[in-house]
């Protein structure tokens, strides 16, 4: 089975600053989705990354897909409360008949005033 | 309308119980899934339904029983649970099952004590 460690498992950044979160598969990435969880609700799709190079930006968030080290990275520019949450990396096993979207660790994100 | 509908929001429940977690998601999705996550863990793949029928189990224990009567509406039957089954429990759909299409949206969840 394909497993994907986060790193850092959990960051405190002050309000202004940026910060990466990166994820690491076990097995070659194929695609490569970002989600974020605010705590004890569903995840929101942030991005998906499917070809490597492939950079992907939404507002103040940028992703990127390495498939040569299997990693994909996440930075977040100017960083505000509203980014704060947990971030979870998702890989797809395609199984022939349904998507199988295993998530990573997760990285837990506050940001303080 | 974007949104994948979770009731309830909350549930206790005895291990002698009988319950069920119900989903509803009106965007024309034909794949919707369960997961399972526990505090602090990311969640876990249940079962997937595609096409309205059920593509994976991932070894779930028979006490959870899916099912999915129609193209958006997804239950979790829930029968003599455990203690340790208590955790926050996730509806997702996509657009179509298959690679390529983990883009998934997620309901709110149902928050699961067993006593």
């Known amino acids: 089975s394909q497993e994907l460690e986060q790193s850092p498992q959990s960051l405190i950044v002050q309000e202004g600053k940026n910060l990466t979160i990166n994820c690491t598969s076990s097995?070659?990435?194929?695609?490569l989705y970002w989600y974020k969880q605010k705590y004890g609700e569903g995840l929101i799709f942030l991005m998906m990354?499917?070809?490597?190079?492939e950079e992907k930006s939404h507002e103040k968030i940028t992703a990127k897909l390495d498939e040569k080290k299997q990693q994909s990275s996440l930075h977040i520019t100017a960083s505000q409360p509203s980014h704060a949450g947990i971030y979870l990396c998702?890989?797809?096993?395609?199984?022939?008949?349904?998507?199988?979207?295993?998530f990573g660790t997760g990285t837990r994100l506050q940001v303080t005033l | 309308d974007t949104e994948v509908t979770q009731t309830p929001k909350h549930l206790v429940m005895g291990m002698t119980n009988k319950k069920s977690l119900k989903c509803e998601q009106h965007m024309g999705h034909r794949a919707m899934y369960w997961y399972k996550q526990k505090a602090k863990k990311p969640p876990e793949l249940m079962f997937v339904y595609s096409y309205e029928k059920l593509s994976i189990n991932e070894s779930v224990p028979s006490r959870f029983s899916p099912e999915c009567p129609n193209s958006s509406l997804l239950n979790l039957h829930l029968h003599a649970l455990q203690p340790e089954d208590s955790a926050l429990y996730l509806c997702?759909?996509?657009?179509?099952?298959?690679?390529?299409?983990?883009?998934?949206?997620f309901g709110s969840g149902t928050q699961l004590s067993v006593l």
């Open positions: 097995k070659t990435l194929y695609g």
């Open positions: 990354l499917q070809k490597g190079g």
């Open positions: 997702a759909s996509s657009l179509y099952p298959g690679q390529g299409n983990g883009k998934l949206f």
């Open positions: 998702g890989a797809d096993m395609n199984t022939g008949t349904a998507s199988k979207l295993t």
